[in-house]
């Protein structure tokens, strides 16, 4: 804001007023757009249009990680079970 009230001051000294106008607004305009954009992206996080859809990202997160919990406690590990031995070359060759 403080740019904006001082532009005019600033310009008017240098350039003649034909083009101090132009300058000022073309100046304007992309401070307050960029003051603009800083507002929409400076918290992502809410309810509004452009926020992330935290809610549906977490409830993704959720159910992928009970699907990945249900697998695990498909499987039931015990002392008496043993890891097969696999012989790599048996595969390849078997043997009558």
């Known amino acids: ?3 904006l009230l001082i532009a005019p001051m600033c310009l008017t ?5 034909i083009w101090c106008m132009p300058m000022i607004l073309v100046g304007s305009y ?3 757009g960029l003051e603009l954009i800083a507002e929409d ?3 992502p996080f809410g309810k509004e249009g452009d926020d992330l ?3 549906t990202i977490c409830a993704t ?3 992928t990680i009970s699907d990945i919990l249900s697998l695990h406690r498909a499987f039931k590990y015990t ?3 043993e890891t097969p031995i696999v012989d790599p070359l048996k595969s ?3 043997r009558p």
């Open 41 to 43: 992206i400076e918290e």
């Open 30 to 32: 992309f401070l307050i």
């Open 1 to 3: 804001m403080l740019n």
């Open 79 to 81: 002392r008496s079970a």
């Open 61 to 63: 997160i959720r159910v």
């Open 53 to 55: 859809p935290l809610d």
């Open 13 to 17: 000294t240098e350039f003649s007023l």
């Open 92 to 94: 390849i060759n078997p």
